[in-house]
């Protein structure tokens, strides 16, 4: 998959580089990604990328020109590394929630190169959204300092979903969301917390150290499907259940119901 990045500030996608898993895709070749400065594309002496506001009011807006410039460049370069279509994406909160679904149909197009544009200051002049961007993406609601954050969650979330970057190969698939489910609790040693000053006892639930991986297995979706209807119903109301899931759900809601009595 090939990103290109168009910001001000290019060493923050060290974060994504130099870092844990998706480090070790970008030196596999999973990833490939690029960094264009829309300040290498001014033409005036003083480097300018932003100005004032037209109609007044604080702050200041990003350049049309030296973005356009940096597009284009990398669009080029894109297309001379054998993409066909470079989808260009503007990370904004008036954008599309980014969200399991639009993760999977990114990684669905691998073929595709994506142009991530990371704005800063006030935003960016509205005639190169309108005649550059073909989509707008949010990571949620709220406002940032700057695109960069959320172009990083956008290819940290879809790099992870490329073949062959998750060690283990089925863990991507049972990823929180891939379910559509929230993930069961995890525990590991000590199986007891004794004369610790930073823990209470408090046991690991018995069936985890018990060797069945049958009941295991059901254990975790149950809670699962139990955490998901305590923390996020809407959910459920989007996913059909098994008769199995049904089954499990209904027996943590019992045992819950027991625990409020
Ligand atoms: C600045 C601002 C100041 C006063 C009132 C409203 C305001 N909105 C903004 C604003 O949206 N600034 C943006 C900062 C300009 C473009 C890049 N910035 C950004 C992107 N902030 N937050 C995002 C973002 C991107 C994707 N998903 C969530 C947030």
Not at 17 to 22: A, F, H, V
Request: aromatic share 8%.
């Amino acid at each position: 998959m090939i990103f290109d990045v168009i910001t001000l500030f290019p060493q923050m996608f060290d974060a994504l580089t130099q870092y844990g898993i998706t480090r070790r895709a970008a030196e596999q070749g999973s990833f490939v990604l690029h960094t264009w400065n829309p300040r290498d594309f001014t033409t005036d002496n003083y480097r300018t990328i932003d100005d004032r506001p037209y109609g007044g009011g604080p702050g200041m807006v990003m350049l049309a020109e030296p973005l356009a410039g940096a597009i284009s460049a990398a669009r080029q370069r894109q297309a001379a590394s054998g993409v066909k279509k470079s989808r260009m994406v503007y990370l904004s909160p008036q954008g599309r929630l980014l969200t399991h679904a639009v993760v999977k149909e990114l990684v669905a197009q691998p073929e595709e190169g994506l142009i991530l544009l990371a704005g800063r200051y006030e935003g960016v002049d509205e005639r190169l959204i309108r005649q550059y961007v073909d989509e707008e993406i949010s990571i949620g609601d709220y406002v940032l300092s700057g695109g960069e954050l959320a172009a990083m969650v956008l290819m940290d979330s879809v790099v992870r979903q490329l073949p062959g970057v998750l060690g283990d190969a089925g863990s991507a698939e049972q990823d929180s969301f891939v379910q559509g489910l929230l993930d069961c609790p995890h525990y590991t040693r000590p199986e007891q917390f004794t004369n610790s000053k930073l823990f209470n006892a408090e046991a690991v639930p018995p069936v985890l150290l018990s060797g069945n991986h049958a009941e295991i297995q059901r254990w975790r979706l149950q809670q699962s499907l139990g955490r998901t209807w305590l923390c996020r119903p809407d959910l459920l109301a989007v996913r059909d259940l098994t008769k199995e899931e049904s089954g499990l759900l209904a027996a943590f809601q019992d045992a819950t119901k027991n625990l409020k009595s």
